[in-house]
């Protein structure tokens, strides 16, 4: 699903649960990280994530069903887009339009991604 499409579905539910239950979805629908994939621990967030890439492709691993759904998110976003790309785009911006009700804990993990994709 692309980011637009995604932030079209958002858009329409009114329920803050309803929302989050969302992202989990999309977290459930990640692709497996493909064979020749580089994997990066991406430091600062409460739980454990990985951001891989092969090529210009990115992936993800997490060991929460809301991190999954939020990182999958940022994928959307940035899958198929070279380094230079990603650094001219407005990552923060885009992810918070998403209007999600998250805490400030989930937030310091969010920012840890977006500044992780940013500096490839």
């Known amino acids: 699903m692309t980011y637009d499409e995604i932030k079209r579905n958002l858009d329409m539910l009114d329920n803050p649960v ?4 969302m992202v989990m979805d999309l977290g459930a629908q990640l692709p497996p990280v493909a064979p020749d994939a580089v994997c990066s621990d991406i430091v600062g967030c409460a739980s454990r994530v990985q951001i891989c890439m092969s090529g210009n492709r990115f992936y993800a691993v997490a060991d929460s069903a809301l991190v999954r759904g939020i990182v999958a998110i940022l994928i959307s976003i940035v899958d198929g887009c070279t380094p230079d790309e990603i650094r ?6 885009m ?6 009700n998250l805490g400030a804990g989930r937030l310091n993990g969010v920012n840890s991604m977006i500044r992780f994709l940013q500096n490839l």
């Open 95 to 100: 992810f918070g339009d998403l209007n999600l």
């Open 18 to 21: 309803d929302k989050l239950e």
């Open 88 to 93: 001219k785009m407005d990552l923060s911006r």
